[in-house]
Structure formats: structure tokens, C-alpha cells
């Protein structure tokens, strides 16, 4: 009986994933990923490396990616891990699996020939996969994934609807896009349009105007409870949505539209200006290939800190720190990242390549998305996050905002009470 009660056991909790790891070929590793749009791609790579080295690399893929999460937390459980895989979540997590083992770490590979590789890759999408000295995970500084690709999240303009209002060039500054919103309402075209029925979307905007502001040092202490949201700077981050609505340099229905459906607003030219990321190439080019657009950083509010946005590694890859052919792994990666396939990945896909040096052959609208990665920033690897119930009330209130329900200091309120809540709990938690 309590044979059969493991055997039950072990095939619970790890059902996709099998009780023992199957036998391998030591020639032969195996990735486990999670991106469908770039799976062809992938699997044409790996027949060219096999060709290459006679080293066989088994592609799998578990989608969607809550499905290929839950997998991957089995399998850490089972220690059946493949040779590379992904893990889909926030720093936190990513530290726990540095902790039980299951990630190599490749800060010596990165550093090799005076660090060819780590040189090779945008420092941004590196900076994900990393861990710096003093961090609250206590994890060894050190870098622990490859980041495949690169993103950021900016705003894009219709080249065609700007010019038939009017506007020679996109604006800088939230003056002039108030303004150019202004001569678009003049003439029957919609402003901006986002996701915002997504929350993560309203508080990646919201956070660039708090950057904007306040300065990063300020957001992290309220973050870390030392500055209210009732502290003036934040008034003003409420009020940059206030001033939207107020303006009417919305889209309709942006605080209930998810960014599926903000995508073909702007595709298909409902909307002159769209807040996404830089996946949106691909998106767009699908929906509209005519589509003619540019991109533009959301424009300032102050001159007194820099725009920071959105944006890293888009996705990356670790090595199972007990793989028999970790080595083999390793080379495989380094490969991947290499000026020539990074380029074959931008052009099939049509996401910013990691390495700098197949920015040459992506199209310019990538490019753009590029040129400005040194100006990114991502709660990945910022030191502290704000409690996920306190970000959920900050989106809830400035939808509140928007649609006219609550006022920015109302809104501020609730939120640092939700937030001196969630204080109070964590110091009674360690009493």
C-alpha cells in the first residue's frame, strides 16, 4: 500500500514531467520553451547546429505559458529539469531556483576572453539574468540566464494621421502631445490608445512618469514604505491621468480594452498614437502591413529626472545546474547568441535581437526601439516591488481616475491606506 500511495504521489505532482528523467543520449540536449511564434525558428537552429557539430538539441514546446510554468515547477520538484529551459516569473522565484540548485551559474563563461560574450549582449537584457552584490535574495552575485532577445515599451505614432492634422514631428514633451491630441480631436481622429483593462499595462505607464518626477530613489522608497502616495510627486503621477481624461486624449474605452484589441485599434487606424512594446512589430505587421508608424518615448512631463521605461531581456533561457551535458548546453547558447543567428531570429520573428551587432540587418523600426534601451528599466531588477494588492488598488484607482469616478488626491488616499495595511502586516509577521 505505501508503494502504491508514492507511485500515486510522484505521478501527481509531476504528470507531465514523468516520476525519473528518461534516458538521453549524451549527445543529445533538450530545451524546453514556451514561445509558439518562434518555434519554426528554433527548430530550423537546431538542425543547422547538429549539422554544425553533430550535437543533437531537442526542441520542446509546452504553451500556453501558464501550462509550460506550472511544468517547470513539477519537474523542479521532481528534478527531471531539461538541459535549458525558462522560468516565467519575478526575481523572487528566479532566485528560489538559484537556491535549490536547479540553475547553473555563468558569470565564468560570460567573462571568458576578456568577457567576449557578456560584451556581445545589451547589458539591459543581462542585467534580468542577474544578480549584483548586496542583493536582498542574498544569491552569489553573478549572471545566471541568457537573454534571447530584447524589448521595450514605448509609445508609437500614425505617420499618416499625425500629417493629416497637421503635426510635422511627434511631440517630446506632454505639452506639445496634449496639444497634438488637441488638432487630432479637430479633425475626428482618436489619440491614444492602450491595454489599460490590463493592469500591469496602467502601472508600466504610470511608472514612467513616476521616474519622470520623483527620480527612481523616491519610487523605491515608497515602495519600501518611507514615502507616501499622498507625497505631492505622486499627486502629480495621478494627475497626468486626470489631465488625459480630462482632455479627452483617450481612446474609447481604454481603462476596459485589452491590448489585444488596443493593437488592431491601432493597426487598423482608429487611434493616432498607441502605448506597447516592441512585440507590436510583428503584431502590427500581421494586422496591417501597410501600416505606416513611427516610435517615440512617452513624452516628458519634467526635466528634472530622466524617462525611464519599460524593458530588458523579452525572454531568456538557464542551464540546469545538474545537466550531464551542461557544457554542451552552454555551447549551445553561446551559439544562439551569436551576431548570425540573432540576426536569423530578429528577421523570422521580428523581436530586438540580445546581441548588439545584429542590429544591422532588423528593420528601422526595431532599430528605433533599440536606440533607447540604455534609458530602460524593469521591476525585475529593481530592489524592491510594491506589494501586488497595493499595485492592484494603484491600477484600480487611476481606471477610477479616468472615467471620472475619483479624484488623483481620493485615489492616493485609498491607495497609502491599502499600502500602510500591508506595512502593518509585515511588521506584525516578524514580531
Not at 121 to 149: E, H, M, Q, T
Not at 177 to 182: G, K, P
Request: charged share 25%; with cysteine.
Amino acid at each position: 500500500m505505501r508503494k502504491l500511495l508514492g507511485i500515486f504521489l510522484c505521478l501527481l505532482m509531476v504528470v507531465s514531467a514523468g516520476c525519473a528523467p528518461k534516458q538521453q543520449d549524451a549527445n543529445t540536449i533538450t530545451i524546453w520553451h514556451w514561445m509558439t511564434d518562434r518555434h519554426k525558428a528554433f527548430e530550423a537552429l537546431a538542425q543547422k547546429y547538429e549539422a554544425q557539430t553533430g550535437v543533437k538539441v531537442k526542441i520542446e514546446l509546452y504553451a500556453p505559458s501558464d501550462a509550460y510554468t506550472q511544468k517547470v515547477i513539477a519537474s523542479a520538484q521532481a528534478h527531471v529539469l531539461p538541459d535549458i529551459y525558462g522560468i516565467l516569473d519575478k526575481k523572487e522565484v528566479f532566485a528560489s531556483f538559484i537556491e535549490s540548485g536547479f540553475v547553473a551559474d555563468l558569470t565564468d563563461e560570460f567573462k571568458k576572453n576578456d568577457s567576449e560574450w557578456e560584451n556581445s549582449l545589451f547589458a539591459k537584457a543581462l542585467d534580468v539574468n542577474r544578480f549584483s552584490d548586496g542583493n536582498i535574495y542574498k544569491i552569489k552575485p553573478g549572471i545566471y540566464g541568457v537573454p534571447l532577445d530584447v524589448t521595450n515599451i514605448q509609445m508609437l505614432y500614425n505617420k499618416k494621421m499625425l500629417e493629416k492634422a497637421g503635426i510635422k514631428t511627434p511631440p517630446k514633451t506632454f505639452e506639445e502631445f496634449l496639444s497634438d491630441t488637441q488638432a487630432l480631436k479637430r479633425i475626428g481622429l482618436a489619440g491614444l490608445v492602450s491595454g489599460w483593462g490590463e493592469q500591469w499595462m496602467i502601472n508600466c505607464f504610470a511608472s514612467n512618469y513616476a521616474f519622470n518626477i520623483m527620480g527612481e530613489q523616491k519610487v523605491m522608497a515608497t515602495y519600501k514604505g518611507e514615502v507616501p502616495y499622498t507625497d505631492p510627486d505622486w499627486i502629480k503621477v495621478f494627475n497626468i491621468f486626470a489631465t488625459l481624461a480630462k482632455e479627452g486624449a483617450l481612446a474609447e474605452g481604454v481603462v476596459t480594452k485589452p491590448n489585444k484589441f488596443a493593437e488592431q485599434d491601432f493597426a487598423l487606424e482608429r487611434a493616432a498614437f498607441a502605448f506597447n512594446g516592441s512585440w507590436c512589430v510583428n503584431v502590427y505587421n500581421d494586422m496591417n502591413p501597410d501600416l505606416a508608424y513611427g516610435v517615440m518615448l512617452p513624452p516628458a512631463v519634467s526635466t528634472a529626472f530622466p524617462m525611464k521605461i519599460w524593458g530588458g531581456a523579452g525572454s531568456s533561457f538557464v542551464v540546469n545546474k545538474d545537466s550531464s551535458r551542461k557544457d554542451k548546453a552552454i555551447a549551445f547558447l553561446k551559439w544562439l547568441t551569436a551576431d548570425e543567428q540573432q540576426q536569423y531570429l530578429a528577421q523570422q520573428t521580428k523581436n530586438l535581437p540580445s546581441n548588439k551587432k545584429a542590429l544591422s540587418s532588423i528593420p528601422q523600426i526595431l532599430s528605433d526601439f533599440a536606440a533607447v534601451m540604455d534609458q530602460t528599466t524593469h521591476p525585475s531588477i529593481w530592489e524592491y516591488n510594491e506589494d501586488p494588492w497595493v499595485a492592484e488598488k494603484f491600477a484600480k484607482g487611476i481606471q477610477s481616475i479616468i472615467i471620472g469616478e475619483k479624484t488623483p488626491e481620493e485615489v492616493a488616499k485609498e491607495v497609502q491606506t491599502a499600502k500602510q495595511q500591508e506595512l502593518e502586516k509585515a511588521k506584525s509577521k516578524t514580531n
